[in-house]
T-cell receptor
Framework: KAGVTQTPRYLIKTRGQQVTLSCSPI?????VSWYQQTPGQGLQFLFE???????NKGNFPGRFSGRQFSNSRSEMNVSTLELGDSALYLC?????????????FGEGSRLTVL | AQSVTQLDSHVSVSEGTPVLLRCNYS??????LFWYVQHPNKGLQLLLK??????LVKGINGFEAEFKKSETSFHLTKPSAHMSDAAEYFC??????????FGAGTRLFVKA
């Protein structure tokens, strides 16, 4: 069974640009969540989607958004990039939502903002 | 509200000696608790999980953790460290409301 796939794995952007990251969950998983990992702030929850609906959102500005498609694939978008957005963005899928199931993580998309 | 505190940012052990990584949690309802490991430039891998069944949970690679409700702790242990255990470990709380809280992480160093 294929794992969680994130694309692209690495990308470099400049301040003010926007970026879209993609996540394909494990087949059959309906919940996808996103996390930002930085050396200073650690791992922080961005949002979780279940059945194409955002179920919860972390404390991030509105520049961070996401969506989930009918096949459970998800994208997240960051607009008007800032230097502080440089991070490893991790996606995880879960068989069910609601917070009790185990998360299966992708290898992440490393974003560098210059 | 939920929170997770990993009591040590760094732990250093010698190969073959026991490992103890400490985690305290706070939750207003019965949470699900997890330990994940992250090797450099990799995603997170599940070591073990507690979901209100047995309080002593066995995971992969010889790791185990004990859920102690009275102490609100979920410490991770391994009897004998191996060089390949060197990584960062995260204690995670998940509960109702589709929210996931990560501890700050504990970096484990294993000396030969």
């Amino acid at each position: 069974k294929a794992g969680v796939t994130q694309t692209p794995r690495y990308l470099i952007k400049t301040r003010g640009q926007q970026v879209t990251l993609s996540c394909s969950p494990i087949s059959g998983h309906r919940s996808v969540s996103w996390y930002q990992q930085t050396p200073g702030q650690g791992l922080q929850f961005l949002f979780e989607y279940f059945s194409e609906t955002q179920r919860n959102k972390g404390n991030f500005p509105g520049r961070f958004s996401g969506r989930q498609f009918s096949n459970s694939r998800s994208e997240m978008n960051v607009s008007t990039l800032e230097l502080g957005d440089s991070a490893l963005y991790l996606c995880a899928s879960s068989l069910v939502g609601g917070g009790t199931g185990e998360l299966f993580f992708g290898e992440g998309s490393r974003l560098t903002v210059l | 509200a939920q929170s997770v505190t990993q009591l040590d940012s760094h732990v250093s052990v010698s190969e073959g000696t026991p490992v103890l990584l400490r985690c305290n949690y706070s939750s207003s309802y019965s949470p699900s608790l997890f330990w994940y490991v992250q090797h450099p430039n990799k995603g997170l891998q599940l070591l073990l999980k507690y979901t209100s069944a047995a309080t002593l949970v066995k995971g992969i690679n010889g790791f185990e953790a004990e859920f102690k409700k009275s102490e609100t702790s979920f410490h991770l242990t391994k009897p004998s460290a191996h060089m390949s255990d060197a990584a960062e470990y995260f204690c995670v709380v998940r509960g109702g409301g589709f929210k996931t809280i990560f501890g700050a992480g504990t970096r484990l160093f294993v000396k030969a």
